[in-house]
């Protein structure tokens, strides 16, 4: 039930408002005793030539309070106070009712949103830096699904570009096999980096590295071939990964796959008179929005990423008729992006505005600075292998009896690495730190697991200790009647707005962030009320179910953002 939307909807009878303006105007009170909605008259004084304190009390006068405690003023606000019992109740049994289903909706149904994520360079390590795309990309997905949109998650691997003409230089001349068919990622990385250490004392390598790269665009058979065993290999590790992390993709279509379909969309920007000459490159002039020139060709003829994605756009709109196509790349590629849908608006497709890039910080270590070129980099293997280790060295030291402890220290590691991923606001840098990272206390992901297995643990205490009794005595939700109980099922009614924020905002931290407010509500409850010693039945039950509601809601939102639970910690 939408009390807001209630609240709403008992204001437009008696004002001269739109009602998704009272909506946008009904506030939260800032303290608990001011009720859960308040409604401020200011912008009714003008039109109705009063002032706000007296239009609060005359509204209060008027307003129907069904299903409601009570309605006050508190000066030129009117606070509405819900009827604990009813709400609980109803929060309650909708909860269980729904189950797995609970906080979805069917708003986005018949609506495709393309969701580009992850997409890492073919022949370089998936390092700690593509897990933030990853992560991201993989919860807007769920996150999207759940409210019934149409996702298509594309991988866009970056497959193509003059970095393979400097690898096939690279292979050519330094490549040791066995090393490559034991750990092609790292082969790859370590001729790689050569290259760029060779080329900094011979810069005619990159002059080689270009002539490779232009016979692979002219599709030269040896060349093919090399790249195709780079991007065959890469593959088999990348998918290694992302079935440790449980990410799934509907397509790998990565920047190869537009080769053959951007001449059509060059044709198609010169025959708006876009397409001009500048120091020998083919470039549309963007300077009417403070934007430089989007370079379509360059000086010797080579496509770049820009040629690609807008071949991209192109092809997701034709394919899927998008209702929103959305790019979760680094903040760093914000001026690209801008090129880039610009000049698609200016080729007459309004869809351009329906395209967004979705950006995030970097990832770092204290004092260390990450760089593919100077082989500099943290594997993603390693770090999720180590996040595993230290979690089961946690759990061997404060509970060693605990039955499959290796299955609950790999979901409680990785599930810890990607809650920190998550946990802030996307566009915020990421400084890792172990000790706070896996910590079962504070704002982290072992802590909401954690959370979620002392609920279960209650339930099944209760359960063996209470299997006979009590089994006709009907469950009394108005015995849910404390401040602790109270504000936990108030978190619990608000999982589907918390969702929505997400979605407005493409931003997964919003259902990061309402889990942890849920696990702090339920452990408050927990540190306040025992059921297991409680005589009276009838409150038991209520509790019971209580518990089995934070318990569905938790879960639920740990889906969301790609955490599994675990039942025993």
């Excluded at 060295?393 to 060693?400: A, D, T």
Aim: charged share 30%.
């Amino acid at each position: 039930m939408d009390y807001k939307k209630i609240v709403a909807q008992r204001i437009k009878q008696l004002v001269d408002l739109e009602i998704e303006t009272i909506e946008n105007l009904i506030e939260i009170p800032p303290r608990p005793e001011m009720g859960e909605f308040a409604f401020p008259c200011f912008q009714l004084a003008k039109t109705m030539k009063k002032a706000p304190n007296m239009i609060a009390k005359d509204l209060k006068e008027k307003i129907e309070n069904q299903g409601f405690e009570k309605i006050e003023c508190f000066g030129p606000y009117l606070n509405f106070f819900l009827d604990k019992g009813v709400f609980i109740k109803n929060t309650i049994e909708k909860i269980l009712e729904e189950g797995e289903n609970y906080g979805s909706s069917k708003m986005g149904e018949g609506k495709n949103i393309v969701v580009e994520y992850s997409s890492p360079n073919i022949a370089k390590p998936f390092h700690v830096g593509h897990l933030f795309t990853t992560v991201i990309g993989n919860s807007l997905y769920k996150i999207l699904s759940f409210e019934g949109y149409n996702c298509i998650g594309i991988n866009h691997l970056g497959d193509w570009g003059t970095q393979f003409g400097k690898l096939i230089y690279a292979y050519k001349n330094w490549v040791d096999e066995e090393a490559l068919s034991k750990d092609p990622i790292k082969e790859l990385l370590r001729i790689y980096v050569k290259f760029h250490d060779e080329a900094e004392i011979d810069p005619e390598l990159n002059n080689q590295a270009k002539m490779y790269f232009k016979r692979l665009e002219d599709g030269s058979s040896e060349e093919v071939a090399l790249w195709t065993k780079f991007r065959d290999l890469s593959l088999v590790e990348f998918k290694k990964l992302y079935e440790i992390l449980n990410v799934k993709f509907d397509s790998y279509a990565g920047e190869s796959f537009y080769c053959d379909k951007m001449d059509e969309v060059i044709k198609d920007i010169d025959s708006k008179g876009l397409l001009v000459e500048s120091n020998g490159a083919k470039v549309v002039m963007l300077e009417d929005y403070n934007i430089p020139p989007c370079i379509i060709k360059k000086s010797d003829g080579a496509t770049i990423y820009a040629t690609r994605d807008l071949a991209a756009a192109t092809y997701r709109k034709k394919t899927y008729d998008f209702y929103k196509n959305i790019y979760v790349v680094g903040k760093d590629q914000a001026l690209h992006f801008k090129q880039v849908f610009t000049t698609l608006k200016l080729m007459g497709n309004d869809w351009a505005d329906d395209c967004q890039h979705v950006a995030f910080g970097t990832v770092r270590f204290a004092d260390k600075k990450l760089s593919t070129r100077k082989g500099d980099v943290i594997f993603l293997n390693d770090l999720l292998n180590q996040a595993v280790a230290k979690t089961l060295e946690i759990i061997n030291e404060k509970n060693p009896q605990l039955e499959n402890k290796e299955d609950v220290a790999k979901k409680v590691g990785i599930g810890a690495i990607v809650f920190t991923y998550l946990k802030n606001h996307r566009e915020r840098d990421i400084v890792f730190n172990w000790e706070e990272m896996l910590s079962f206390e504070g704002e982290t992901g072992p802590y909401v697991q954690y959370t979620y297995a002392r609920a279960k643990s209650i339930l099944r205490k209760v359960q063996q200790t209470n299997s006979n009794s009590g089994t006709n005595v009907e469950l009394d939700y108005n015995k849910l009647n404390s401040k602790e109980e109270f504000e936990l099922v108030k978190q619990l009614e608000g999982f589907q707005n918390s969702i929505m924020y997400a979605i407005d905002n493409l931003e997964p931290s919003m259902v990061t962030r309402y889990v942890i407010d849920v696990a702090k509500a339920f452990n408050k409850f927990y540190t306040q009320h025992n059921i297991s010693n409680l005589e009276d039945e009838s409150n038991k039950k209520a509790k019971i179910k209580m518990v089995e509601a934070t318990c569905q809601v938790i879960k639920n939102a740990l889906n969301l953002i790609g955490i599994e639970v675990v039942e025993r910690m």
